[in-house]
């Protein structure tokens, strides 16, 4: 019987390193635009997330819930162009791609850099980061 290895929280995907730096700038963002559902440490208690017609995802186990790999990649996706959650048929996730080109609240120059500067929050809250 092969045994798998434990889940190592914070390894990396292969086109994206964490940046503290980034992260800070994100958590700007994430309070501004993300605390009101996900809460404000990302555990899915926001004052709005019992009033959606979905439940909240904690994003403090996105890493866990990805074989211990943070999905970079997806989690931009995700806050660039919404999501949709088989059987819902709509949007149940905004996206916010568009949104943040339309604001100055978003604490970046583009709206791309302020997606990857959020995407860099959200793996801030994972756990520990990497030394």
């Excluded at 990396?12 to 605390?35: E, F, H, M």
């Excluded at 059987?87 to 604490?107: R, V, Y």
Aim: charged residues 25%.
């Amino acid at each position: 019987m092969r045994r798998s290895p434990a889940p190592d929280r914070w390894r990396r995907p292969r086109d994206a390193q964490y940046d503290p730096k980034l992260a800070a700038r994100g958590k700007i963002t994430y309070s501004r635009y993300c605390g009101s559902c996900h809460g404000p440490a990302g555990r899915a208690d926001g004052p709005l997330a019992r009033d959606l017609a979905v439940t909240v995802p904690d994003l403090t186990t996105l890493a866990a819930r990805s074989n211990g790999t943070y999905p970079y990649d997806r989690v931009v996706g995700i806050i660039t162009h919404g999501e949709t959650r088989r059987g819902h048929g709509t949007a149940d996730m905004p996206a916010w791609g568009d949104a943040f080109k339309k604001t100055e609240g978003i604490a970046a120059p583009t709206a791309e850099a302020a997606i990857r500067n959020l995407a860099h929050y959200v793996w801030s809250l994972q756990g520990e980061p990497p030394k």
